[in-house]
């Protein structure tokens, strides 16, 4: 561990610490661990999945003939299951996100930038104690990209806005995607918004204790793909939310992973039309043994800023 990190990480744990420090580097204090630990009879090694690379090769390298698994299965699974505790934490985020979501309603107007949107956003946050961790808003094309980098792009009349917030308090993480239109919504935003709507809802009916992630993933695709536009969807339906924004469990396509009481993730399919707009509505929902709680207070309705 990081000299620097030892005493706040003290406060949470007795397990033994070999510290280092910037000058020295890990090296000499990993291998007075290996040294202390008999390394020659570790079999197996659990790595965090986003561990620097450079200190995962100092590991696998010290010991060859070392099974290496992934924290996902150990640690990971604990995490994946909030307490009561954490569920009160990612709540009150939700709400405070939902807050965020409606003091950037009541500032839109057309000709402000993207980045004036996330500005209210962020202030809003800040005053409230949180931290911002990201902001979407993809105004008109922009929308359809599902992770544009806002910019200085002008919000116009007949613009669909994608707005993607979140932010962290408490040591954990907010996430909520809603829908914002600049004047009257055409029919064919309608008509998408209502698809996505109901790729939404499959999605939440799908998601029970028991089931895999990739039947929730395939319940949300295949209302898109039965509209007609399948293609147009390509990312997966959703992902876990905790101390991190996106963590396990994963819901997409290929996820065996058997969804379980009181796990918290992300339902948020959408539909991205090139050069058009987009549509992502995003719920984070608390798995209970009758089907997924939403954390957020927010209805999924278009606002539409006049």
Known sequence: IPELESESARRQTDIPFYEWTDNDGPDHAFKRLLDEVNANSVS???????????????????????????SQTTIGALRMRKTADEYSILKQNAVLADDAMKAAWSNMKVGMKESEVVDVVREHFKSNGAT?????????????MPHHHTGETILQE?????MDIGAGANGYSSDITRMAYMGEPSGKFLKI???????????MEAARPGVKACEVDAAARSVIDNEGYGEFFFHRTGHGLGSEVHE????NGSSEEILDENMVFSIEPGIYLPGEFGIRLEEIVILRS?????????PRDIQIIS
């Open 158 to 162: 007949g613009d669909a806005v994608v």
């Open 290 to 298: 009758d089907g997924p709680e939403i954390l957020s207070d927010l």
């Open 44 to 70: 197996s090694i659990a790595l965090d999945e986003t561990m620097r690379v450079d200190h995962a090769a100092l590991i696998t390298e010290n010991l060859p003939n070392a099974k290496v698994i992934f």
């Open 132 to 144: 911002p961790l990201f902001g979407i808003i993809g105004a008109g094309a922009n929308g359809a």
């Open 248 to 251: 396990p469990p994963y819901i």
């Open 193 to 203: 918004h209502g698809i996505v709507e109901s790729a939404v809802e499959a999605a």
